[in-house]
């Protein structure tokens, strides 16, 4: 399974698609096709119509930057120690956001401190190593990521285009809220059966397809089906313009499908130092 999600204001979302590749090489398929998702209810759909044995990809940031300050708030007394405090603190806050919207976090007298803002708003926090400015702090994570031609964002810039951090702390919410039905790794240890989650980053996938980081937005069928065809896929059939929320969802799947037997991707360095605080995305090595 591959989730894009959304981190958007309002209840039902363009950019969420979820789509599910089955065992072989059958192509990757869309769960309700032509349906407009609301977050609850991927959350509804993961504890209740998830099938069996699913590897589940989250396009999210599961977590904040931790060890390169010690701590996800230096300095604030509420910050907590690991990822699932923190998944709690950020539902807690926003418990009146309807939608599992994060408008009361960001906005918060404390947490806002951490974040760059609309508005030219950036919290004394937000910088790397304590200077102001810059493209933020970022998780090991993301730097591995870099590391492999991917441009990743700081979860605390919550402006621009490419921005991720309010999808990642609405998708905070919803680890929360799954309570432990399903285990998130690496928070959780990966379990010897039954389904997991994952952090996914869909320009991975693209790179392994054969596409640059730069190039990983594929808005044609024709451009979706050689990238599958890369990955060892049979073609979606379909012609014609799609949007690239669903084929990221598509490829991705597929690729979950292919690398969920490559044992060292669940074997990153170091990540026994940052597993239960700053978590990982599953293919970043």
Known sequence: MAIDWSGAAGERHRGIALAMAQPGDGAPELVRPGHRWSRGEVLDWLLDELPADSLVGLDLGMSLPFADAGAFFPGWIESPADARALWALVDRICA???????SSFVDHPEASAYFRRHGGREGAGFGANGKPGGRGRFRRTEHAQERMGCRPYSNFNLIGAAQVGKGSLSGMRVLHRLGGALPVWPVDPLPAAGSVVVEIYT??????????????????????????????????AAGGPIDDHRS???????????AASSPQLWMPAGLAEIAQTEGWTFGAT
């Open 248 to 258: 990221d969802a598509l490829l991705t799947a597929a690729w979950l499908r292919r």
């Open 203 to 236: 320009s991975l996938a693209a790179i392994a397809a054969g596409r640059s980081a730069g190039r990983s937005k594929m808005r044609d069928h024709a451009a979706l089906n050689a990238a599958l065809a890369v990955l060892g896929s049979m073609p979606v």
């Open 96 to 102: 009146d956001d309807p939608h599992l919207g994060v």
